[in-house]
């Protein structure tokens, strides 16, 4: 910084001089026309009559920091870290905390250090999460469980920035000596939270923990309440889970609310990046929703980087990182250029870099997991059985728990696609014991064929849905032959299909052509009567043990508010 | 923390609770009517229905969180950290972040440890600053200078928090090694600024060192461009020196100011802790100039704890520390209990701890200084000689040039009462190298006598101001004699007096007993014809180095705005 200071002082021409901007000014919520001076990747001039190398004239445009995105999972666009940088970077995000647990999940230590050596060499500044909840409880099955020595091993690598989303939140309030070590494993480092409806004398329990932010506000009353207790809130806008209409009130009503709340993505698609945008929609977003310009622009700037202790983003000011985004106004968010560290990195919506998808050495993800077999995949049935059926909710991550009469056949329960009941099968491919779960689903629509992935929160194991066995079975090849990915099988034939090599998660396409792939995919799932939007989004989060109410892992169900496992046929003693 | 859960869950009783009292909520800005549990010294609950081994029935009151003063020098109260602590807690101060630069000035390295040790026994966290700036500049003579390696030494001996204020601002703008070592030294670790009227491309080169924060705000305009860059404006309501009047403005019309704003102390004495109070008359303060009750509370709580990432003090909240104050109002601050870490400290003003004013070993402050002799304290002069002279402003750190022609006596320089005129002795006795410094200083009204102190920012060498050489001759004396102290002398006669044998700069007396003693002597200064208001807080201030414009060290006359180092004569070359 030191060798800075002649620059400061207009003793020497800075590196790069963006002239007649007007300088979004974060603290003070005002503008400033003014010169912006930048020397070896910082600011270190706001003011008039600096001199540069490099002279960009700005004039009739915004300055605003680079955005920051504090909760992301990469895995979940299906891009690559690569790649992902290069749909969001052209659209003004500079930095994103990204919690690869899906990784984690699938590749274990493995996964965190594939990506942690990914991050660094791109034009985004990517500040891992290490993961503290793999598994995201007893009932997932991930490739190695991630315990207190792995997360003191992982930041001791420098490998993580904070302690990734803590889920256990029963686990924490009831004290789970395993769950708590993780915790503390982390020391001093921001810990971040996960705890949708956790309330009253057990949201004081939860923050005993120190876990001090959740992205899981289902309405306006649910945000308030962590708020009181000191949590920051941050408002999820992802693909599919979005709660800004269900906070909107309290944004626009508390004048302390901009202070304490950011916008954050959790789970997008390449598809919403490509068509909707990253932090400039939220930003949008929340504008369009009446939050005044500047408070609005401290929730994708100032707010993260205060929370996470980034004391030299989130701003532009002198010293702090020349991450700096040209935009038409704030209220737009056009996104005309952006500087990374002082270098021009994309322009008008294209990145300026060109990178493979892969930079090192991506993780093994097939590690010889056999489809399972066709009599793994019946159930056999009394006449007049009842089965549990999760009730698919469109738009939701979360499930409602039902009880059918099943469809018997032989002595088989069976799928009944006049009633909407689908089978949903989940094979443990992380460690490949051979383990598999059958349960049932309602709310795809689907009346024939089946939809496959090993994008199944959060433990990834594979997760088909189908209304027969024979296109059950073809998922589950389709799986097995590719280390993953997305597919629409009718019989024995794959109708459209997307491979994801990296961890069983990720693609090797472009932001485009991963769009494209999953457009067909969705057109095939359409094709075989699904109603759902986004079917293979909603697909992933039928593992997802942590998240109310039923839900099926490679173990069985899971239901927390019903007290855990819960076999498939009700009544029937529990299987686990 | 794990622990707690049972109490946060109330499945056992916790050790305290606080029932019926409106909980003053800082993160969102309302009252809360609900139980306070406390266990361990740790917030566990709030809530209805929380059950205690100690029942508070708080009915009528409200809890607000413990208050912290973000910038303090308690040397400048005279009092111990023990005697300041009975002084503030029952005041509702639970925490300082106290730069102890007076007494490192005085005692080195000696004279921090002292400090951490005495803070750590004491029902009030005293969080010190490892001072940045000893000496303040090179035209003060300190014990020892405190260089980049004592930093380092004093951080990894866990006796520092931050970084104290980087007050060579000069140094820092012209990029002398030397000061930026010892920004660097501090790590990570938050600094502290302090830039007084510092603007434009100045201010950019001075917050590279991401010193961020300052207390010298002499005006709205001054602190609104700090807050620009990304500074966190102290509001400094001291003693003598206060801008709550002269910022007030940009408090009352921005909704972004309360949020990076914080109201600090810099410098007391024990009569207005006594009379006016500690950070419960600064919120009182900021409530009457028309700032909302929700806002001046975060600046004496939430704020102070965000700036210097005490993540877990600031506000009443589940995980927080367990330091709670119990008033009638906001608005009012009446302190009627004061819990530091779940235990009751302080009740109706008192305290309900009695330490003696020092728990361990003081450094040794008297090392043998030997009073000038009275050829030293007499300065040869030519008819018509004009001499520079320091004009005292009231109230104010600042001082005004001005040249003045001598009185000429003898062929000496003599003081000259009629035209306000006082001679002015500085003497190094940190280093008792027996130098003596010799200016004339205007404003004081002094119509005879000296007064004498030991207390003379920042490098505490002994400070006379007097009419003529003898009653000079009495004040060094009794510094000397005594290890320091303040007096007032007459001829050969002190009138009033108070030794601080404690690093040169404390005492050994209660607040009560200070304040009367400095009364005393304040009332006998006003007998030798003084006028100015708190003349020995004025005298301490004549020695600073690094405040314009005019000052007088041990080294002579100093005025950074003149360049440095003057001579006493106009005209003459410079001494230095």
Known sequence: MKELLPMARKRRPSDLVIRGARIANVFTHLYEEMDLAIASGRIVGIGHGYEGHEVVDARGTVLI????????????????????????????????????????????????????????????????????????????????????????????????????????????????????????????????????????????????????????NNSAAEALEKARRGMWVMIREGATERNLDDVIELLRSKEWAFTRCMAVSDDLTARYLLEMGHMDRKLRALIKNKIPPFRALSMVTLNPSQYFRLWDRGAIAPGYLADVVMVDSIEQCHVQKVWKRGKLVA????????????????PVSNRGFEAPSREQLVVQASENAFVRVIIVQPGKVTTDYAEHQAKVVDGYAVPDPNRDLAQLVVADKNTCSGRVAIGFAQGFGLKKGALASSVAHDAHNYIVVGTDTESIETGFRYLAE?????????????????????????????????????????????????????????????????IPELKLTDKGYVDFTRGGALGLFVGEEETL
Chains 1, 2 share one sequence.
Request: proline content about 8%.
């Open 65 to 216: 920091p680079g955005m920051i995105d504090g909760h992301v999972h990469i895995e979940s666009t299906m891009l690559t870290p690569s790649t992902f940088a290069s749909a969001v970077v052209p659209l003004g995000t500079t930095a994103v905390m990204a919690d690869p647990h899906e990784i984690v999940n699938t590749c274990g230590m493995k996964g965190l250090e594939f990506m942690a050596q990914e991050a660094r060499m791109l034009p985004l500044d990517i500040l891992l999460a290490v993961p503290s909840c793999v598994p995201a409880s007893e009932f997932e099955t991930p490739f190695e469980i991630i315990d207190a020595t792995h997360i003191e091993q992982a930041f001791r690598r420098g490998w993580g920035n904070h302690l990734g989303e803590m889920m256990n939140y029963p686990g924490v309030i009831a004290g789970t000596p395993e769950v708590w070590s993780r915790v503390l494993a982390s020391g001093y480092r921001v810990r971040t939270g996960h705890a949708p409806g956790v309330s009253g004398r057990d949201l004081n329990a939860y923050l005993l923990t120190e876990c001090n932010s959740d992205h899981e």
């Open 347 to 362: 322009e008008n919506g294209k990145p300026l870099f060109d990178f493979p998808p892969i930079l090192g050495e991506a």
């Open 482 to 546: 590719n280390g993953g990915g997305i597919a629409v099988a009718l019989k024995d034939q794959v109708l459209a299909s997307l491979p994801l090599p990296v961890g069983g998660l990720m693609c090797l396409h472009s932001p485009q052509e991963t769009a494209d792939k999953l457009a067909e995919i969705d057109d095939a799932a359409t094709q075989l009567g699904v109603t759902l939007p986004h079917p293979f989004m909603a697909l992933s989060f039928l593992s997802l043990s942590v």
